[in-house]
T-cell receptor, first 112, second 113 residues
């Protein structure tokens, strides 16, 4: 059975802290891993990772994939209250392109 | 710049009633998806349509039907709503096999009483 496990499930930090969110997976025929940010409404795309060891960055957010150990991390540096959201990890299989298997998400709360 | 549009945004049904959730995308995407999101459960795939004219079951298809009306529109129907179908429903689309970043609609919050 395919599995995507995120940890921690919730996290509370203060502005300026750095956080690391984890996503491990067991999926047959892995194709890509995606990170989404969800603030009350629709998930919005952050990163797609397909190759091991190549870091993707967007501002204060960065992510990397380890296909040998089957996990990814999402780092957020110098957190702001606007980073408060649920961060979703999803995995795509090569046999069913576009069909995503989601983890339960990490609820991040950033206090001023 | 509409992207993926879902209607309605909110709905309350009585057990046994039927309804159709509508989804339309204006990005000329080939594939469309219906997910449900329950508290603490992440998103789970109900049905998807890899291309116009095709539909397939996802992880949790029981109690639902879908129609891919044309390339733009993909509807989800509940024939006889049950309280277990209380959830937030998201429609999503992707462009093609080389561009599989999913774009999501704003969601429909459905309550079945």
């Amino acid at each position: 059975e395919d599995k995507v496990v995120q940890s921690p499930l919730s996290l509370v930090v203060h502005e300026g802290d750095t956080v690391t969110l984890n996503c491990s997976y067991e999926v047959t025929n892995f194709r890509s891993l995606l990170w989404y940010k969800q603030e009350k409404k629709a998930p919005t795309f952050l990163f797609m990772l397909t190759s091991s060891g190549i870091e993707k960055k967007s501002g204060r957010l960065s992510s990397i994939l380890d296909k040998k150990e089957l996990f990814s991390i999402l780092n957020i540096t110098a957190t702001q209250t606007g980073d408060s959201a649920v961060y979703l990890c999803a995995v795509e299989r090569g046999s069913t392109l576009g069909r995503l298997y989601f983890g339960r998400g990490t609820q991040l709360t950033v206090w001023p | 710049n509409a992207g993926v549009t879902q209607t309605p945004k909110f709905q309350v049904l009585k057990t046994g009633q039927s309804m159709t959730l509508q989804c339309a995308q204006d990005m000329n995407h080939n594939s469309m998806y219906w997910y449900r999101q329950d508290p603490g459960m992440g998103l789970r795939l109900i049905y998807y349509s890899a291309s116009e004219g095709t539909t397939d079951k996802g992880e949790v298809p029981n109690g639902y039907n879908v129609s891919r009306l044309n390339k733009r529109e993909f509807s989800l129907r509940l024939e006889s709503a049950a309280p277990s179908q209380t959830s937030v429903y998201f429609c999503a689309s992707i462009q093609d096999r080389l561009n599989t970043e999913a774009f999501f609609g704003q969601g429909t919050r459905l309550t079945v009483v």
